[in-house]
């Protein structure tokens, strides 16, 4: 019997959230019209969004992957096949048999909270099989062309020599969200590291406090986007800063999060934030 393929197997489980959140909709619908009292709405309504939204959120790892494989993401592998049935029999016994039952047995009191539990693993559970597959394919290509020398931390990069190419700088995630105004990659806000160079990047907004020219502080919110779209093309090589791209400054580099935080409060102006949508 052949194995069913990974494109498939990811419907199947974009149709069970589908089933599940119109399923949950009608049980809810059936027990209002009971009048029944529900000190649980908050939690109802969390359930509610969860079904709702994350097959759409699955489907778009999916795109995203498939665009740099094409058939042979789709096609996938014995291990992504096989995390991705427990993914779908999961969805299917734990949450829509589950609701089904409670629909058709006029049963009007389920755990919310052991269902969003149960909707939030399928979908994390989802995703990073796709993510891992992903970064077991980005393994086995050919490697890429060696960077041009990295110079050192915080000198500039001219970019207007002939041999200078960007590609070779940047990671191709950072170019995207350089070039894009798209979200995060939603692997990166879950703490995985970057599928194509393997960097791990802080999931959440980083603060610092800056001064101002009239003697008092301002607090300044670096988000994970930033720090994402200004990391280079090897694994934890360290980022590079486009406020002084954008300054004329050429490209300055650092090695780690700290130093290249620290150049971004002392070495930069507000007048450099305010163009940059990704610092306020």
Known sequence: ???????????????????SANVFQTWKAKRKAKNLPDQRANESNRLEICLSTSGPVVQAEYDR????????????DDVTRSQ???????????????????????VFDISYTTLIATASNVRQGSIAALVEQYQRMMAAQPPRPPPTALPQPG??????????????LYCGIALLLQQTSGPMPLRFRIGLPCAICGSVLPPRSLELVKDTSYG??????????????CHLAEKDAGY???????????ITMFPDQTEFLSHIKDDHSFSDYAGENDIS
Do not use: W
């Open 84 to 106: 991705l049935q427990v993914q779908l029999i999961t969805i299917q016994q734990s949450i829509i048999m589950l609701v089904q039952n409670a629909l058709l047995s006029n």
């Open 216 to 229: 008092s502080s301002a607090r300044l919110r670096i988000t994970s986007r930033f720090l994402a779209k």
């Open 155 to 168: 000198a500039p990069v001219d970019r207007s020599k002939a041999d200078f190419n960007i590609s070779h």
């Open 1 to 19: 019997m052949p194995s069913i393929e990974v494109a498939a197997l990811v419907a199947r489980i974009i149709s069970a959230f589908s089933t």
């Open 240 to 250: 590079g800063c486009l406020l002084c791209e954008k300054a004329g400054k050429g």
């Open 65 to 76: 992957d498939f665009r740099y494989f094409g058939s042979r993401f789709a096609s996938g």
